[in-house]
């Protein structure tokens, strides 16, 4: 038999069911000795494990350049996909499988453009304007199947994908309609299309390769030849051309040492919403159609209403658990109008469309809200793939792959939340888990905090697995081969590299959080020489507080607190020893910024409860308050500190206030000032009476032209306050001076008990940010 007989072309769409089961069907009637698939060449050791009983898709081959793994490649797989089913076809029985796409080695390595082409006389040359063939053509090769989709009157080549394949009974003979569609389309995109860019470059290494492979396989093999691939490619795997040409084509090429294995997928990464250009709208509807095919996998077509009744009653489930009712009359009445809906629209089966519109008609009563749910579960959905024991695997992925196994965390690809008790050794060992991973930016979890309990025992986490993850493992691949030992050697390195004193705070505190005992003394002690030899009082500040909270409120896990305690204390000290001269000569966006650390720090202290700490930072605060230099700024948060802790009677406190906002003082120094006491002191305000009256003295006797000025830091000030609080103090506004019971005064005006409040109110309500009608 010629080879060209024994060359036997499927082509598929890379995800689609109905392609999947036409192939399957294809292969079983040819028997092939060699089943060819695209997908790249370097890599096909990888097929043998698709058989493997544990390959659970959605499946990728993660493909990364052995030097630098952020340099990679995924190759997605559903259960639906033809290039999937191929492989499990040729596992099953025994036949041989491989790749012959372009090897990863070259489409991975950096290939340099080559030095653009000047036109006669070195002038640059004018930007052409597409002609109108040419704009077709570049229509048509990047969505071909968009392209006949219009040509047939369909809004979209999904639309039309699914009503030709999907919804129809073509059968294996789809295949040769497909490839003349194919093969026409290629000749008029090809006549009319202008020089080659470089994605067209690449498509013709890639076919020549293709082309070459199939060559040696049919040499190699006596038996017929199947070939799957995308139908874009399959004239051009056609087309006789001599084999020295693609081989020249090849030649000389760049490439680089590559690393591939099989990685878990999701399927909200399969779907096109994603980015994911070869994806499609519907992945978990599709996963739904080759469930069916693979129930009636003996018969002729799909089992029209039974697929159509288990979709309703997967819809109905889906309601039931999220709280809302669904009857089993309304999955019945849902899987008929569906039925009805294809029959109207002359189609064999009932398609997406149909089964959205019943199920928002009977199961979700037209409301749009479950409906949304129904899309992001069914429609797309959450699959996570699973990889089969024996499948090799880089060593971080298999050891967390093992922990994942033994603490029972299932990744998945949307939100979970998940609460820990740490007393518990499951739940600590998971939180342990979730923070080594953070700290080699596999941010599986992130924290929520404690929720509603009050101690710090408990932790709340939100999980969600993503596919880039496994990238990430294999980039950390350079500080261990275990979460544990990546964890640690990560942090050091990153504490070894961090710009600032407070993000090597940082990763103390991360360290201790998970259970990493010796990366945390390396980081406490590296944090300790970089503090020794810094003067940034900001740097220093900042690096306190998430280091007090450790001491402070512990953890569960075992912390190395003598050493801890030393540093936080060594560096409260040194903030203290060069607090006041710190605060002098600022920019008003530094002095905000040391403002807000300063506050963190004051926080941190007091909740530490150390006497000989506060004691310093008490007098440094006294310093500050009362020194002429200093940002008027910082001088009012540190009487309003000094104040909060009662380290500063009323009396002392209002002498401070007078001082600051005596008409003496420049009407912009003064809001500077009130700005920096009044930092959320909402409740202060409310609460202390001479308070409130010294600052609507010192408004009161501001003149037009200075009040404006200092207007834009009073709205400041207030607009950090609550705005519940605010509402109270207008409330406390308008009643008289001698505040009695409201029961005891008679029901009168505000403008009534407090002459002139009614003029002042409005300039009060712009004053505190309230609304002028309702003031709310």
Avoid at 134 to 148: F, G, K, N, S
Wanted: proline share 7%; charged share 25%.
């Amino acid at each position: 038999m010629a080879p060209a007989d024994r060359l036997h072309l499927f082509g598929i769409r890379h995800h689609g069911p109905g392609s999947a089961r036409n192939l399957v069907t294809a292969l079983d009637a040819l028997d092939p000795t060699l089943v060819l698939i695209e997908g790249p060449a370097d890599v096909s050791d990888l097929i043998v494990h698709a058989g493997s009983p544990g390959m659970v898709p959605p499946l990728a081959i993660l493909v990364h350049a052995g030097d630098d793994p952020a340099n990679a490649s995924f190759y997605p797989f559903a259960v639906y996909s033809p290039e999937w089913q191929a492989m499990r076809w040729a596992a099953a029985r025994g036949r041989a499988a491989r790749f012959i796409d372009l090897p990863a080695e070259i489409r991975l390595a950096k290939t340099p453009d080559p030095d653009p082409a000047e036109p006669d006389g070195g002038e640059p040359a004018e930007e052409a304007v597409p002609a109108p063939a040419d704009v077709e053509a570049l229509a048509i090769r990047r969505d071909p199947l968009a392209y006949l989709a219009g040509i047939a009157g369909y809004r979209d080549s999904e639309a039309w994908w699914n009503a030709l394949i999907e919804q129809g009974a073509g059968g294996p003979a789809v295949f040769a309609a497909i490839e003349a569609a194919m093969t026409e389309l290629r000749r008029h995109a090809d006549a009319s299309a202008a020089e080659p860019d470089e994605d067209r470059v690449l498509e013709q290494r890639r076919e020549a390769h293709m082309r070459l492979a199939v060559a040696a396989a049919l040499r190699e093999t006596e038996g017929p030849v199947a070939v799957v691939c995308g139908a874009w490619h399959l004239p051009a795997l056609r087309l006789r051309r001599p084999q020295a040409e693609d081989r020249a084509l090849l030649k000389g090429l760049p490439k680089v040492k590559v690393s591939a294995t099989w990685v878990p997928w999701t399927e909200t990464r399969l779907a096109s919403a994603s980015g994911y250009a070869a994806g499609v709208a519907s992945p978990g509807w599709y996963a739904h159609l080759w469930n069916e095919v693979e129930r009636g996998r003996d018969a002729p077509a799909l089992p029209v209403r039974d697929a159509t009744a288990r979709w309703q009653v997967r819809v109905a489930a889906l309601l039931r658990r999220h709280g809302r009712p669904a009857s089993t009359a309304s999955v019945i009445e849902a899987a008929r109008l569906a039925q009805a809906l294809a029959g109207l629209r002359d189609l064999a089966v009932p398609g997406l469309e149909e089964m959205r519109e019943a199920s928002l008609a009977t199961l979700c009563l037209g409301e749009p809200a479950p409906m949304a749910l129904i899309e992001t579960e069914l429609v797309v959905g959450r699959a996570v793939g699973a990889i089969d024991e024996s499948v090799p695997q880089m060593p971080l992925a298999a050891d967390l792959a093992r922990w994942q196994k033994r603490l029972k965390l299932k990744p998945e690809a949307l939100d979970e939340d998940v609460s820990l008790d740490l007393r518990t050794e499951a739940g600590l060992a998971k939180s342990l888990l979730l923070h080594r991973l953070a700290l080699i930016r596999v941010p599986w979890g992130r924290l929520q905090g404690a929720g509603s309990s009050r101690g710090t025992f408990r932790e709340n986490w939100r999980l969600r697995w993503e596919p880039e993850f496994s990238v990430r493992l294999a980039e950390a691949l350079v500080h261990g081969t275990t979460v544990e030992q990546a964890a640690g050697n990560a942090a050091v390195a990153a504490a070894r590299d961090a710009p600032a004193l407070a993000g090597v705070s940082d990763i103390v505190r991360s360290c201790l959080l998970a259970g990493l005992d010796a990366a945390a003394r390396t980081t406490i002690a590296l944090l300790q020489a970089r503090a020794a030899g810094s003067s940034d009082v900001a740097t220093l500040a900042g690096a306190v507080p998430p280091l007090a909270a450790v001491l402070r409120y512990g953890t569960a896990r075992a912390i190395p607190a003598a050493e801890l305690q030393l540093l936080v204390v060594s560096l409260a000290e040194a903030v203290c020893a060069g607090l006041v001269h710190a605060c002098r000569r600022l920019q008003p966006a530094e002095a905000e910024a040391l403002r807000r650390t300063l506050a963190a720090l004051d926080e941190a202290l007091a909740l530490l409860d150390r006497a000989a700490t506060s004691e310093a930072w008490l007098g440094a605060l006294h310093a500050l308050a009362d020194d002429g230099e200093g940002d008027e700024l910082l001088r009012g948060f540190a009487v309003r500190a000094l104040y909060d802790r009662g380290a500063m009677p009323a009396e002392a406190a209002a002498a401070c206030f007078s001082r600051a906002l005596s008409p003496s003082v420049p009407p912009l120094e003064a809001g500077r000032w009130l700005e920096g006491f009044l930092a959320h002191a909402g409740q202060v305000l409310l609460h202390d009476a001479a308070l409130r009256a010294m600052i609507d003295r010192w408004l009161v006797a501001l003149d037009e032209e200075p009040f404006v000025a200092v207007l834009p830091m009073l709205r400041r000030a207030f607009g950090a306050i609550d705005r519940g609080e605010r509402r109270r103090m207008l409330d406390l506004a308008r009643r008289p001076a001698d505040d009695g019971p409201a029961a005891a005064r008679p029901p009168t005006s505000a403008a009534a008990e407090a002459p002139g409040f009614a003029a002042a109110l409005p300039l009060l309500l712009t004053i505190l940010g309230l609304d002028a009608e309702t003031g709310s």
